[in-house]
């Protein structure tokens, strides 16, 4: 639409506007002849008109009407053939002189307002409507070409220079091609410079490397990196901030050591790392295990003087980054288990002192955790201790870091819901606690867990239940030449369990008895399972399992004297594992076996004792001592055997326990 008809439009409302206050002022009148002033609502009501009830009762009210549909519905209430050409000013000035005469007459005077309250809206829309009608006459009067034309002012012709716009044009083409030669004359100048040193390290290219290891976001004009464990699920307060900066070109260099040196110098890096004070240095984890007896202070001195390395500031990004993160993670690691020593209720209180944490594993043995972190800001290093073996377990290390990882790995890895509507977090038996009806025992034993200074105390206990174990195992093999005693490791093994295998047998007679027990290996307490399904259950002291051992030996060869006289063709009469007779043994109980030969004149007894050995003893038949008489008078009763006699088991020939014996029933064995 064309703003001659915008205007025409315009004018047309302007002047709906002001013949509607003209017939209101009409209708109304001076204010002055009326005796007391009435309020005149000019807004529409908030309410809208019902317009329909449905039958559940609901209310439809009609929608609000628009300002365009407001103003002609007022527009319809007017009379126009009534309204009046003369000016309102003058109506209102003889309205003002009669209402004065009569108000004379009154004996109420009220003071009104000579004015009319929308007189001043009225004014500015008649001003804007002249405005606007002398706005569109100024626009038909320039678009009609029969009210006024408009000529363009004549100017004179520029002289036009044809050598002018070339020598511009050619200043212009000199200048971009300045610029073109400078940046090939540096271009070039870079790529000589790079052919006569490859080796030199760009900014951006070492940048990114970085941001391909670790973390970098850029924060106004520096670059920060962060070299926490936070994105893998570690919880310490501590940042691991570390700023990135580039290298200055004019650093300073250490001479050569010789001015014929013909090797070419290494090449810096163009990246310079900044990390915090505090995650400077050296740093690392140590668990010694010592007995009570021991001088724990030489241990104090060991841990504050074992790292010496100092700060180097040529040291490259990625080692002198890694460095620092082992340093954040080996505090992390032990401001957890401080914390942890603090909060557990041991029997023997755990103390941590400094930079070391004491616990109690067993009894007369304690584990030392201690944190070592040197930042090498001593300028003269403290004189080297004299060497010492070191006896820091580096299993218990390594279980250390094994466990916080796990914890970091827990933190990130829940696991999925059943079903896959339930909530994110807890465990798949916790889920199953309501349709299998756990009780409060089952609830709470789901809800304990093991802190990470438990679990390094138990790997410790076990470890040194394994080592009492293999002592006494390699010290009975030592021991004992007959039987031998082989022990068999299971190599699939727990931290806090492991399982040794016990063979006992004799040499050259392995096929004919072979004793086996396994002994499980706990945290404070072995378990034994016997030949014959026995369970036993022993303490952490070692002379248990010694006495088990020694018990489980001379059992043994009672049993390989047994099956070698089945192959003898021996007779076996009879066995007692608990043998009454004879001295009380002060360790376990003595057993004995009686066996006669295949004719049955000769009777072999075997006895042992855990403290004396192996005794043996023969009785042959008929006795040579027998001489029948009046109460005896039958020869048949001289083959019950004679008395036994001990054989001196020592001057016997043999390898062994039973190739003596084997040896002794061939001699006896009558043809």
């Given at each position: 639409m064309?703003?001659?008809?915008l205007?025409?439009?315009?004018n ?6 002001l ?5 209101a002022f009409?209708?109304?009148g001076h ?8 309020n ?17 009762g609901?209310?439809i009210?009609q929608?609000?009407l628009?300002m365009s549909?407001n103003l002609?519905k ?14 309102i ?11 004065d005469?009569e ?6 005077i009220t ?20 405005e606007?009608?002398v ?5 038909a009067?320039?678009?009609?070409k ?13 002289e ?7 020598f511009?044009?050619k ?6 091609a300045?610029?073109?030669?400078n ?10 410079e790079?052919?006569?040193?490859r ?8 940048l990114l ?33 570390f ?18 040196a ?21 740093a ?6 010592q ?34 993160q ?6 992390e ?8 020593a603090?909060q ?6 755990h103390m ?6 004491m616990?109690t ?21 403290p004189?080297?201790p ?6 820091h ?12 990882r796990?914890v ?5 890895h829940h ?12 465990s ?6 309501g349709p299998?009806?756990a ?12 802190t ?7 790997q ?5 239940m ?5 002592y006494?195992?390699?010290?009975i ?10 022990s ?5 093994n ?5 399982c040794?295998?016990i063979?006992?047998?004799?040499h ?5 008895c072979?004793t ?51 192959c003898?063709?021996?007779?076996f ?8 007779i ?13 066996l006669?030969?295949p004719?049955?004149?000769r009777?072999?007894?075997v ?5 004396t050995?192996v005794?043996?003893a023969?009785a042959q ?10 109460l005896?008078k ?7 055997g004679?008395s036994?006699?001990e ?10 326990f ?14």
């Amino acid at each position: 639409m064309c703003c001659a008809c915008l205007l025409s439009t315009l004018n047309l409302q302007l002047t709906l506007v002001l013949t509607v206050f003209d017939c209101a002022f009409k209708r109304i009148g001076h204010p002055a002849e009326m005796a007391y002033s009435v309020n005149i609502a000019v807004e529409a009501p908030i309410e809208n008109q019902i317009q329909e009830i449905t039958y559940d009762g609901q209310e439809i009210y009609q929608s609000p009407l628009s300002m365009s549909e407001n103003l002609s519905k007022l527009a319809q209430k007017i009379d126009f053939s009534k309204a009046l050409t003369e000016d309102i000013k003058k109506e209102i000035a003889d309205q003002s002189d009669k209402s004065d005469d009569e108000s004379a007459a009154k004996d109420v005077i009220t003071y009104q307002s000579s004015l009319w309250p929308w007189d001043s809206v009225r004014n500015k829309l008649r001003n804007a409507l002249t405005e606007v009608c002398v706005f569109a006459d100024v626009l038909a009067i320039a678009k009609e070409k029969r009210y006024l034309v408009l000529d363009p002012v004549p100017q004179e012709p520029q002289e036009v220079k044809p050598m002018v716009q070339v020598f511009a044009r050619k200043k212009a083409l000199a200048g971009a091609a300045s610029v073109l030669l400078n940046g090939a004359e540096r271009l070039r100048t870079c790529h000589n410079e790079m052919a006569r040193n490859r080796n030199t390290p760009d900014f951006h290219i070492e940048l990114l490397r970085l941001r391909q290891n670790w973390r970098l976001k850029k924060v106004s004009n520096s670059i920060i990196g962060d070299l926490s464990y936070r994105t893998a699920g570690s919880k310490y307060a501590q940042t691991g901030m570390f700023e990135v900066t580039k290298a200055e070109e004019d650093s300073p260099t250490s001479p050569p050591s010789s001015p014929t040196a013909a090797t070419p110098p290494k090449p810096g890096s163009a990246l310079r790392v900044t990390v915090p004070s505090e995650l400077q240095g050296v740093a690392y984890i140590e668990v010694l295990c010592q007995k009570d007896q021991e001088d724990l202070c030489s241990s104090t001195i060991n841990l504050l003087g074992s790292g010496t390395t100092s700060t180097n500031p040529d040291v490259h990004w990625q080692q002198k980054l890694e460095a620092a993160q082992n340093v954040l993670f080996c505090k992390e690691l032990f401001n957890q288990l401080a914390k942890e020593a603090v909060q557990l209720q041991a029997p023997i209180p755990h103390m941590v002192v400094g930079n070391q944490i004491m616990a109690t594993v067993l009894p007369g043995i304690q584990l030392i955790i201690g944190l070592c972190h040197s930042t090498g800001s001593d300028k003269k290093p403290p004189p080297a201790p004299p060497p010492q073996k070191s006896d820091h377990d580096h299993v218990l290390e390594h279980s250390l870091h094994q466990l916080l990882r796990e914890v970091h790995h827990r933190n990130t890895h829940h696991p999925f819901p059943h079903p896959a509507s339930g909530a994110i977090g807890p465990s798949k038996k916790r889920c199953l606690a309501g349709p299998m009806a756990a009780d409060r025992y089952d609830l709470l034993q789901m809800t304990q867990g093991q802190t990470l200074l438990e679990q390094i105390i138990q790997q410790a206990q076990h470890f040194f239940m394994r080592l009492r174990t293999e002592y006494v195992l390699d010290t009975i093999a030592k021991e004992v030449k007959d039987p031998l005693i082989v022990s068999h490791w299971n190599a699939l093994n727990s931290p806090t369990q492991s399982c040794v295998k016990i063979n006992i047998m004799t040499h050259g007679y392995d096929t004919v008895c072979r004793t086996s027990l396994v002994v499980h290996v706990g945290e404070k307490s072995l378990k034994c399972v016997c030949r014959d399904g026995r369970v036993m259950h022993m303490s952490y002291e070692p002379q248990e399992l010694r006495d088990l051992i020694f018990c489980q030996i001379y059992q043994h060869q009672i049993n390989a004297v047994q099956a070698l006289a089945k192959c003898m063709g021996w007779q076996f009469l009879a066995n007692s594992a608990h043998l009454g007779i004879g001295a009380v043994e002060p360790l376990g109980n003595a057993s004995s076996c009686i066996l006669a030969s295949p004719t049955g004149d000769r009777i072999i007894a075997v006895r042992c004792e855990p403290q004396t050995g192996v005794q043996v003893a023969i009785a042959q038949s008929p006795r040579k001592d027998f001489f029948p008489g009046q109460l005896v008078k039958e020869r048949k009763w001289e083959n019950l055997g004679g008395s036994f006699k001990e054989v001196r088991w020592d001057k016997m020939e043999g390898k062994n326990f039973l190739n003596k014996m084997e040896l002794l029933m061939a001699s006896l064995t009558s043809s």
